[in-house]
């Protein structure tokens, strides 16, 4: 299943959307010059392998893992993903945060394989000082599944730290390649890797999405603030998300931007169902309202 790329500057067969699609948020304290959507261990993207399974080390280094605190706060347990907007705010899904205090949630940056301690460079963790669940976000349909949180204190950017660019239009990318990263299940009720998981999926269009659960027998709602990703025919692909982390698409100057935030479906319920996420150009104005 894995496929390489060449490394001649843009591959014939890697599609890339428009060189609007690209919007850097503010830094708001120092780290001026990172640039968001580019991995500093992997400058060129197109020299990388995607269709595997485990991603490389530093490959997304915007990938963080939400987690809830236990045992009085004294460790934590991975939760949900999220990415890195800038050096103080994280984007996660509104359900993996609505129903905790900001007390018991920790973020971890800059990890890669819970179960090591010899990575390259250390994760970080940092405490959450507030979180914003999106005013609209409906725990019964799932619509605006989106939260903010701000860390307790900013983090400093390294090879394995950055921050995902946000898209600067409202293209529907149909038919765009995206990653899906993640720590969630490898099958239904299958075992948590420890590694974060990469794949690659097609956007499919909202009406599309709707006839492929109806053909699997159900009937779902999506609308235009969704975004389905998923191969009509299925195959593993659906489990490896999580929900609360990234959707990434890498526009056509090669930098990654933050096309959804994985919400429901990936999960494994069903195979060959489409996962769906939260559409994020459609909440531009509201991310960069409460970040900037």
């Known amino acids: 299943t894995t496929t390489t790329t060449t490394t001649s500057p843009v591959p014939p067969t890697t599609t890339l959307v428009s060189a609007t699609a690209i919007q850097s948020l503010p830094a708001t304290s120092g780290d001026k010059g990172v640039q968001c959507g580019v991995p500093p261990l992997f400058p060129r993207p197109e020299t990388r392998i995607v269709g ?7 490959g997304w280094p915007w990938q ?5 605190t236990s045992f009085f706060g004294f460790s934590s347990t991975h939760r949900c993903g999220g990415a890195v907007l800038n050096e103080n705010w994280i984007a996660t899904a509104g359900h993996c945060v609505d129903d ?9 940056v800059g990890e890669y394989d819970f179960s090591s301690v010899q990575e390259p460079y250390p994760f970080v963790e940092r405490g959450v000082g507030r979180k914003v669940v ?20 900013p983090l400093s950017f390294a090879p394995h730290i950055a921050p995902i660019c946000l898209p600067a239009s409202d293209d529907l990318l149909i038919g765009e390649n995206a990653t899906v990263t993640g720590w969630g299940r490898l099958s239904e009720g299958g075992t948590l890797p420890s ?14 999405c709707k ?30 998300g999580d929900s609360g982390g990234p959707l990434q698409v890498r526009g056509k100057d090669g930098r990654y931007f933050l096309a959804g935030i994985i919400s429901w479906g990936i999960g494994c319920a069903e195979a060959n169902l489409p996962g769906v996420c939260t559409r994020i150009s459609k909440f531009v104005p509201w991310i960069l309202e409460n970040v900037s």
């Open 211 to 240: 006839s492929m659960f109806l053909r699997a027998g159900r009937h779902e709602f999506i609308p235009e603030i969704f975004l389905c990703a998923g191969h009509e025919n299925g195959g593993q692909d659906s489990c490896q």
């Open 52 to 58: 595997g399974r485990n991603a490389p080390f530093g």
């Open 134 to 153: 999106h005013p609209k976000y409906n725990f019964f349909t799932y619509e605006y599944d989106l939260a903010l949180v701000r860390l307790d204190s």
């Open 100 to 108: 905790l205090l900001t007390s018991q949630i920790r973020i971890r």
């Open 195 to 208: 590694i974060l998981q990469e794949v690659s999926v097609p956007i499919v269009s909202n009406d599309c």
């Open 64 to 68: 963080v893992s939400v987690r809830r």
